[in-house]
């Protein structure tokens, strides 16, 4: 166990994304939504093994459903169709509807539950990285890894201002209009005390040669290794077969 | 080309992060006021007024990306952002976002706008459904018989008009609290610094 988990938290970031897309265009390619609803299981089975099982249902509940509750509520009662399964007043659910709702729920699902477990299993670090070897820019990987590192330091921020708003008087509990009056106040000192961060950091970006035109170095190790081409080759492999099996057969 | 890069200066990428670090607060701190709205590019606004469309247009689109990770149905939402921040940034370009009620007009515009793209991906994507509590209000017009397309487009108007103007009225008041002495080192930070001369 310990053994697979650390396999699959070391592969390479973007065999890691190769998974993510093969689990993400396969429900899209095959017929029917058997196999779609078995990828967001095979998802919870690998965030399993790689010990992030909480976070992945979470984030799965969480994100994913009830947008697949509303789906079934909304496509169920209105859906055109004239195979009634139940009535209650004017509202009846169809047949039509359910079929339509699974189809489309089953690839929300799969789709979605790939993208969770792709960033539960991946660091954004690793990432971005990743990103810079296959050449893009380091300004690009910049902006992704510092927004998420300055998001946690500004939701402390922004719960120091509204205890000290508070403290001046700002009423954040009551009506809509009154906790939405608490808005301004806490969020206009968030905003100007970043945005005015900008200068030192453009100072102290510019002082490590940031925007010099040469190649850049990183502290950063990745490598590739041998399982990553195995999982590479094999998803390879059972992609082709897919596809044969699909629009030859 | 060679324009949407000059707009990419240092001082502009860095604004990235933060108009994105933003978008993702404000979007939690609406939801810890509980008020039923989203107002979660009001990060992508200001970008877009003081640094261009298309430093705006990238930081909706990795603001979307960061909340797709906790909510994999927001990355289809990112043309919305993306759109929502080059229509803001190129009206801000003309001037359109100096006077109060030059923000409405630019406020409905970008509503507009992000109706036209949500409402189709919206339907398509997700069979009309939102994950939301404003998903009554499809149910509800749907219930009156309407079509799938005219419940969602009736919920989007409701929805993202309110939202994005009052989105854009934020973001307008905060760019006005900004010093000249900052706007001064931003691409079209010009604009807010003229008006307040002459008032």
Known sequence: ?249 | MKGIKKDFTLFAILLIPIGVAINVVAGELVELLKVPLFLNQIGTMIVAMVAGPWVGAITGGVSKLIFGIFNPTQLAFMPVAMASGIVVGLLAKKGMTTKIWKVAITGFIVALVAILIATPTTVIVFGGASGTGSDALTAIVLASGKEIWTAVITQKIFIESIDKILSIFVAYMIVRKMSDQYLAKQNYGHFYINKKKAS
């Open chain 1, 1 to 249: 166990m310990e053994k697979l988990r650390t396999f699959i938290l070391n592969l390479y970031p973007t065999t890691k994304f190769f998974i993510t897309l093969f689990l993400m265009i396969t429900p899209l390619l095959l017929p029917g939504y058997l196999y779609s609803y078995l990828v967001p299981v095979l998802c919870l089975f690998i965030a399993m093994i790689a010990g992030k099982t909480k976070l992945f249902v979470d984030i799965v509940f969480k994100g994913l459903l009830s947008i697949v509750i509303m789906i079934f509520l909304l496509q169920a009662f209105f859906y055109p169709g004239d195979t009634i399964l139940w009535t209650w007043k004017i509202f009846s659910i169809k047949q039509e509807g359910i079929d339509f709702s699974v189809q489309l729920t089953s690839k929300i699902l799969a789709v979605g539950s790939a993208i969770v477990l792709f960033f539960q299993i991946t660091k954004i670090n690793d990432l971005a990285r990743s990103l810079e070897i296959l050449g893009v820019s380091p300004k690009a990987t910049y902006v992704l890894s510092s927004a998420l590192n300055i998001i946690p330091e500004m939701r402390m921020h922004l719960l120091r201002i509204m205890d000290a708003q508070k403290t001046r008087g700002v009423e954040t509990e009551g009506n809509l209009r009154i906790r939405l009056k608490a808005f301004f106040p806490a969020l206009t000192p968030l905003i100007l005390s970043s945005f005015s961060s900008t200068d030192e950091k453009a100072i102290t970006l510019e002082s490590r040669a940031f925007t010099a035109r040469t190649k850049k170095t990183s502290l950063h190790q990745l490598e590739k290794t041998k399982s990553d081409s195995v999982v590479r080759v094999l998803l390879l492999i059972l992609f082709v077969f897919i596809l044969i099996w699909r629009f030859f057969l």
